[in-house]
């Protein structure tokens, strides 16, 4: 009964995991979140990271899940599950500093628009 537990978990994982890896070829390939509903033809090179992360990530993750290696090529496979992480907590920061650049452009042009107003 346990092996038939651990088996459905496995099973689970790594459907859900492909569907991850599916997620971060679109991002990496088309380059668009279908999540923020962007028109826009620019795409921004931290959304093509974060279709990598999830490629290096989720990737690894199927890898471990379906193959079980040990040794160093586990601590090499944990190592692209890494470098995926970090990549990820890269493409948060710079989103946050993006949106707050545009926040602040935002103030400036309602302050320029209060001040020729006001004349």
Same mark, same amino acid.
């Given at each position: 009964m346990?092996a038939?537990?651990?088996?459905?978990v496995? &099973?689970?994982?790594?459907?859900l995991?492909? /569907? =991850?890896?599916? !997620?971060? =070829? %679109?991002?990496?390939?088309i380059? $668009?979140r #279908?999540w $923020?509903?962007? *028109?826009?033809?620019?795409?921004? #090179?931290?959304?093509?990271?974060l279709g990598?992360? %999830?490629?290096?990530?989720f990737g690894? =993750? !199927?890898?471990?899940? +379906? +193959?079980?290696p040990?040794? /160093?090529?586990?601590?090499?496979?944990?190592? &692209? !599950?890494?470098?995926?992480? !970090?990549?990820?907590?890269v +493409?948060?920061?710079?989103? =946050?500093?993006?949106?707050?650049?545009i926040? $602040?452009l *935002?103030?400036?042009? $309602?302050? *320029?628009?209060? &001040?020729?107003?006001?004349?």
């Open positions: 346990p038939q537990i651990t088996s459905l496995q &099973l689970v994982s790594l459907v995991a492909g /569907l =991850a890896l599916i !997620m971060g =070829a %679109y991002l990496l390939i380059g $668009r #279908p $923020r509903g962007e *028109d826009n033809t620019s795409v921004a #090179p931290r959304v093509r990271l990598l992360s %999830y490629i290096l990530v690894s =993750a !199927m890898i471990q899940i +379906v +193959v079980g040990v040794g /160093l090529e586990g601590e090499l496979l944990g190592g &692209l !599950m890494v470098l995926g992480g !970090m990549i990820v907590i +493409v948060v920061f710079l989103e =946050a500093r993006a949106s707050r650049q926040t $602040r *935002d103030r400036s042009d $309602r302050l *320029d628009e209060r &001040l020729s107003g006001s004349r």
